[in-house]
């Protein structure tokens, strides 16, 4: 959730209940340090931050949330392994986004607190297994705690992953649509507007694979990345880093903005707070699990 995760939404998340993290992406160390620095204007609760280790400033990063005691950092897009070291003596709780059980044994050897094994029905980069498949899979491969992720946005969505195995959820495209969340009005139009079959997954072809919304972008990329006639190099050029998510988060541009999103943003039709998001979440979730004791008989 680079341009999206920022201090404001994150300690909104922390002050209601859930941990927040805010999304390093691609950005400078002085901008998340800016941003670690709101977050603890804003709340006096732990948060966390998600570190893209193909970032350029990962190493930067790393060291940044050790100087400015973050609690808690997640990451994602390669393996950790290099800064746990550092990241476990300062006492950081370390929890990578894992999409096979082979990536979840890998950095629970490495010293991962908890892992969040996430499917391919998030928004974002994903991987091939849907959570449903995933999360059991991964729970019964390591011994460390197992959050999930992916098509999960209410509380039945918590239900299922608690039965699944896991102890918690993470979520993204939920929190799109957070009043508190500064995403473009244009990118929140789109999520509450969007039904089930209105996302797609590019960058195959590069082993980046992305889910988003379906707009322009997307299907001119498309296009080009099922033309052989394309080289890589052309492709690489229209790649998401290349401005088009901070185009569609920060400028709302219909048109040559990449709008993430998981497939879960059918069943968003509202623009609610943090604190209405999380209750309903823990409410709804409750009230199924009291129930489920009908199906037993």
């Known amino acids: 959730m680079a341009w999206i995760a920022d201090a404001g939404l994150a300690a909104a998340v922390s002050n209601a209940g859930g941990l927040g993290i805010i999304a390093a992406g691609n950005a400078s160390p002085e901008r998340v340090a800016g941003e670690v620095r709101k977050a603890k204007a804003q709340t006096d609760k732990p948060f966390g931050v998600n570190i893209m280790l193909m970032s350029p400033y990962a190493a930067e990063v790393a060291e940044l949330v050790v100087a400015e005691g973050v609690e808690v950092v997640t990451t994602g897009a390669g393996s950790p392994a290099k800064y746990m070291g550092a990241w476990t003596e300062a006492g950081i709780k370390v929890i990578p986004v894992v999409a096979s059980t082979g990536h979840a044994k890998l950095v629970q050897r490495s010293g991962a607190t908890a892992v969040i094994a996430e499917g391919g029905e998030s928004g974002g980069h994903v991987g091939e297994l849907t959570t449903m498949a995933l999360v059991p899979q991964v729970v019964d491969a390591v011994d460390v705690p197992v959050l999930a992720a992916g098509g999960i946005g209410d509380g039945r969505g918590l239900a299922a992953a608690l039965m699944l195995g896991a102890v918690g959820v993470q979520l993204g495209t939920r929190f799109l649509v957070a009043k508190e969340c500064g995403v473009h009005q244009n990118y929140k139009d789109r999520v509450l507007a969007?039904?089930?079959?209105?996302?797609?997954?590019?960058?195959?072809?590069?082993?980046?694979?992305?889910?988003?919304?379906?707009?322009?972008?997307?299907?001119?990329?498309?296009?080009?990345?099922?033309?052989?006639?394309?080289?890589?190099?052309?492709?690489?050029?229209?790649?998401?880093?290349?401005?088009?998510?901070?185009?569609?988060?920060?400028?709302?541009d219909i048109e040559t903005g990449c709008f993430m999103a998981g497939q879960i943003a059918g069943l968003i039709k509202k623009e609610q707070t943090v604190q209405e998001i999380i209750e309903g979440l823990m409410s709804e979730a409750e009230g199924l699990l009291r129930e489920a004791s009908e199906w037993l008989s």
């Open 194 to 252: 969007a039904n089930d079959i209105d996302t797609v997954v590019t960058g195959k072809r590069r082993g980046h694979p992305a889910r988003s919304l379906k707009t322009p972008f997307t299907r001119r990329y498309l296009e080009k990345e099922n033309d052989l006639a394309i080289s890589d190099a052309e492709l690489d050029a229209l790649a998401l880093g290349a401005g088009a998510l901070r185009r569609a988060a920060v400028d709302g």
